[in-house]
């Protein structure tokens, strides 16, 4: 089986190698990476055999045109090692609307007719192929969290939560981030880059160097297989 996961970014991207990989005993392939940004691009793992390829797209916004340049190409496959068994789409609920309008920009680009009720569940993605013939792929999109908006760095907090130290740390990075936000009317204005600032402030504290392996070794210090926070609504990831 082989499966392709698209993410925003490169924080989702190492949360779901580590769930998969401590989770879920994945094992890590090998990276690509971008050598002008040094941006975390991409991650391959395997299992039994089994394939997953995890893809950063650089912002929600980017993923719908990530996802066009997968169904050129499995358009043109001619041959079945070509192809993806599975395609996951992980977003997050930044606000209301933003499921919604993340699957019209979907829809557009893939000429698909995909609604809101399909998110977190399982659907039949129909390809045409010249060679192969009609192609049924699953296509499963993953709004984290599911019943309230927010983002991943929110959960991923909650999951570092692991002492008082870092319970406070998290705390004063919320509260001042949160205060900056609401002084002011130039930055932070969206309730999506909130939850990353404070993200980012918490980590800035914990590696101060922008190094996205820095950031790995920092989140593979906790027990993934384990973390109360971590069992609810990430079972999608084991594949």
């Not at 002011?184 to 918490?202: D, E, G």
Request: charged share 30%.
């Amino acid at each position: 089986m082989k499966t392709i996961i698209f993410c925003e970014g490169t924080t989702d991207l190492l949360m779901i190698q580590f769930v998969l990989q401590y989770k879920y005993d994945w094992k890590y392939q090998g990276f690509v990476e971008n050598s002008v940004s040094n941006r975390l691009l991409k991650r391959t793992l395997e299992k039994e055999g089994n394939i997953v390829e995890i893809c950063s797209c650089g912002g929600m916004t980017n993923i719908p045109n990530e996802v066009f340049k997968l169904k050129d190409k499995l358009e043109l496959a001619t041959k079945s090692e070509e192809l993806y068994d599975k395609v996951i789409i992980m977003i997050d609920h930044d606000t209301i609307d933003s499921n919604r309008e993340f699957l019209e920009k979907l829809n557009e680009k893939l000429t698909t007719q995909f609604e809101e009720e399909h998110i977190n569940s399982d659907i039949n993605w129909l390809i045409d192929n010249n060679i192969l013939g009609c192609l049924q792929i699953k296509l499963f999109v993953k709004c984290i969290p599911e019943g309230e908006t927010g983002a991943i760095e929110t959960i991923l907090l909650e999951a570092l939560g692991t002492d008082d130290i870092e319970k406070e740390l998290i705390l004063n990075s919320k509260e001042f981030i949160e205060k900056i936000a609401v002084k002011q009317n130039r930055y932070l204005q969206k309730k999506s880059r909130v939850c990353k600032a404070v993200f980012n402030t918490y980590f800035a504290i914990r590696t101060p160097e922008e190094k996205y392996d820095e950031r790995a070794r920092v989140l593979k210090a906790y027990n993934w297989k384990e973390n109360a926070v971590l069992n609810q609504g990430f079972d999608f990831l084991n594949i």
